[in-house]
């Protein structure tokens, strides 16, 4: 059981919106920013978005984060099949003084 | 260019230990802090380590606290995770990855392609 939830899974079509929704505490999200990462099979994961809302460089701006109380998303606007793949959130924990994962949210574009 | 190459996975027996060693390069490798992070088979990401740029602070996840140990080498560039009393559990693939100091949220910013561990007899 991860500590912050995801939706297991996520679809949609080219060019269509797909947001993937992360629920976590006050402890977490709520006191602390969000970042996502992306899998993609057989790949190390990469940093998506970080301190809820920034893009690193070379990120896509159809990518969007947000934040509001203790809950997060991640908006994928205009979605390409290159975008299959799983998307995980994280934030920091005060509570349990490390980091904490959502359980994964894999999309796939129909 | 940012590299982080992860080695020193393998079988190995429950109650068994291991060291994975984590070679970086193409950043100053002491300016940042440095985790660990696992994915188990079919499962998502956990956390397991963090060290601090200087190594003189450490948080361990739960599940593994008391039995692994993060070190650094900031002369040499490299990670290293200490992992004994092993268990079926911890199999999975280890990532190190890259935390720059002082970022809100703690991101981390560079991963390893993975070292696999396998805990069975």
């Known amino acids: 059981q991860s500590v912050l939830t995801q939706p297991p899974s996520a679809s949609g079509t080219p060019g269509q919106r797909v947001t993937i929704s992360c629920s976590g505490s006050s402890s977490n999200i709520g006191s602390n920013a969000v970042n996502w990462y992306q899998l993609l099979p057989g790949t190390a994961p990469k940093l998506l978005m970080y301190s809820n809302n920034q893009r690193p460089s070379g990120v896509p701006d159809r990518f969007s984060g947000s934040k509001s109380g203790t809950s997060a998303s991640l908006a994928i606007s205009g979605l390409q099949s290159e975008d299959e793949a799983d998307y995980y959130c994280a934030a920091w924990d005060g509570n349990l003084s490390g980091q904490v994962f959502g359980g994964g949210t894999r999309v796939t574009v129909l | 260019e940012v590299q982080l190459v992860e080695s020193g996975g393998g079988l190995v027996q429950p109650g068994g230990s291991l060291r994975l060693s984590c070679a970086a390069s193409?950043?100053?490798?002491?300016?940042?802090?440095m985790n660990w992070v696992r994915q188990a088979p079919g499962k998502g990401l956990e956390w397991v380590s963090y060290?601090?740029?200087?190594?003189?602070?450490?948080f361990y996840a739960d599940s593994v606290k008391g039995r692994f140990t993060i070190s650094r080498d900031n002369a040499e560039n490299s990670l290293y995770l200490r992992m004994s009393s092993l268990r079926a559990e911890d199999t999975g693939i280890y990532y190190c990855?890259?935390?720059?100091?002082?970022?809100?949220?703690?991101?981390?910013?560079?991963w390893g392609q993975g070292t696999l561990v396998t805990v069975s007899s």
């Open positions: 990855a890259r935390e720059p100091v002082a970022v809100a949220g703690a991101p981390l910013d560079y």
């Open positions: 193409g950043f100053t490798f002491r300016s940042y802090e």
């Open positions: 060290i601090s740029a200087s190594g003189s602070t450490f």
